[in-house]
């Protein structure tokens, strides 16, 4: 099974400012890796997907880079509607599919 | 648009049984495989369960393997999830999820709970 860990738990960041999650897998995933986020209350929503991509809808400000074992989530502009919890994912080797931990992304 | 509401959750004590429903709609279900996917109150996302689109193929995780049964019917456009010999440790939120083209979750239901207690 392939286990990923996302860092840092949480990022305490102010709207405007950048922000940048780590998601680290424990054995390659090529670029297999998508990127989710989930509000409180709310079901999880598909941000990036193959590490890059981002899905139908998504803002610019969202990017993913990153192939193997090591990806980032970069969100370029904090906007108020994007403190949330994110999710990395990978669909490398399966089954079973395996998500990280998460990091929460909060107003400082 | 897509589309998926699942429904069936509720307060079950442990040992018992459920069988979660979850309807789609806004494409055409028979061509996609399908996911169970749940979260436990306060903690992450854990995959569950995979389809098929035809049901040929099934897989579990390890922590449901031999109690949780994953269905479908592509006539009424619903998936299902038969879950028996309930634990406590089963309690969460099951969100049911599209596998989409590439193949990740790329549309979900809003979950239905499951309370295991007694």
Not at chain 1, 22 to 33: F, I, K, M, N
Not at chain 1, 67 to 84: H, K, N, Q, W
Request: charged share 15%; hydrophobic share 35%.
């Amino acid at each position: 099974e392939i286990v990923l860990t996302q860092s840092p738990a949480t990022l305490s960041l102010s709207p405007g400012e950048r922000a940048t999650l780590s998601c680290r897998a424990s054995q390659s995933v090529y670029s297999y890796l998508a990127w989710y986020q989930q509000k409180p209350g709310q079901a999880p929503r598909l941000l990036i997907y193959d590490a890059s991509k981002r899905a139908t809808g998504i803002p610019a400000r969202f990017s993913g880079s990153g192939s193997g074992t090591d990806f980032t989530l970069t969100i370029s502009s904090l906007e108020p509607e994007d403190f949330a919890v994110y999710y990395c994912q990978q669909r490398s080797n399966w089954p079973p599919w395996t998500f990280g931990q998460g990091t929460k992304v909060e107003i400082k | 648009q897509v589309q998926l509401v699942e429904s069936g959750g509720g307060v079950v004590q442990p040992g018992r049984s459920l069988r979660l429903s979850c309807a789609a709609s806004g494409f055409t279900f028979s061509k996609f495989a399908m996911h169970w996917v749940r979260q436990a109150p306060g903690k992450g996302l854990e995959w569950v369960a995979i389809i098929s689109s035809v049901e040929t193929t099934k897989y579990y995780a390890d922590s449901v393997q031999g109690r949780f049964t994953i269905s479908r019917d592509n006539s009424k456009n619903t998936l299902y999830l038969q879950m028996n010999s309930l634990r406590p440790e089963d309690a969460a939120v099951y969100y049911c999820a599209r596998d989409g083209e590439p193949p990740y979750f790329d549309h979900w239901g809003q979950g239905t709970l499951v309370t295991v207690s007694s």
